[in-house]
């Protein structure tokens, strides 16, 4: 059963860091994984997809990496802004579909000013 | 571009009563499914759908019926409430190959 791990839980930085947020999965056999972010009582906001033949994708600030031997992906955040304060989720498809998502419990993400 | 709808957003059902979750969607996607999000367990798939007519089960789908009648439309049934199923529901949607999932808002559902 593909499990999916998000370290840390929680994290507190100040504005204009970079940041790198972990997603680990323990079946490697994936289509693709993909992040979401996800605001107080609201829905998920796909951010990125990486492709299994994709090694990273990008989008504005920020960057998304995938090796899929290790089962580990990054999330990667340049010059952090108050906007970014969100709990960010990684799912992987699951099941040997490319439907059925398995999500990671996420990582609540708290800029401070 | 409404992407995909659901309602109510808010409930509030007794022990024992029965209702129903509503999503659609207007992106003309195969695949739809049925998540809950509970503090300290992440989302977990309760019902999913791979084109009109065809559903299957999740990894929690006791307690909960779905069909799937047209393209757009995906409701998720409560049969008899219970306090167990109080929890956020997320129904979310996607086209076929590897491409993004969209979700909608979600309904947050109190069972007292």
């Known amino acids: 059963k593909q499990e999916v791990t998000q370290i840390p839980a929680a994290l507190s930085v100040p504005e204009g860091e970079n940041l790198v947020l972990n997603c680990s999965f323990t079946?490697?056999?994936?289509?693709?994984l993909q992040w979401f972010r996800q605001d107080p009582g609201k829905g998920l906001t796909s951010l990125l997809l990486?492709?299994?033949?994709?090694r990273e994708q990008t989008s504005g600030r920020l960057n998304a990496s995938l090796d899929k031997s290790s089962g580990r992906s990054t999330l990667y955040i340049a010059a952090s802004q108050p906007g970014d304060s969100a709990t960010y989720l990684c799912?992987?498809?699951?099941?040997?579909?490319?439907?059925?998502?398995?999500f990671g419990k996420g990582t609540l993400l708290t800029m401070n000013p | 571009n409404a992407g995909v709808t659901q309602t109510p957003k808010f409930q509030v059902l007794k022990t024992g009563q029965s209702m129903t979750l509503q999503c659609a969607q207007d992106?003309?996607?195969?695949?739809m499914s049925w998540y809950r999000q509970d503090p300290g367990m992440g989302l977990r798939l309760i019902h999913y759908?791979?084109?009109?007519?065809?559903?299957d089960q999740g990894e929690v789908p006791n307690g909960y019926n779905v069909s799937r009648s047209t393209t757009e439309d995906f409701p998720l049934r409560l049969l008899s409430a219970a306090p167990s199923q109080t929890s956020v529901y997320f129904c979310?949607?996607?086209?076929?190959?590897?491409?993004?999932?969209?979700f909608g808002q979600g309904t947050r559902l109190t069972v007292v």
């Open positions: 979310a949607s996607r086209t076929g190959g590897e491409v993004k999932a969209f």
């Open positions: 079946d490697s056999a994936i289509y693709n």
């Open positions: 990486i492709q299994s033949s994709q």
């Open positions: 799912a992987v498809p699951s099941g040997g579909s490319n439907y059925k998502l398995t």
């Open positions: 992106m003309n996607h195969e695949y």
């Open positions: 759908s791979v084109g009109a007519g065809i559903t």
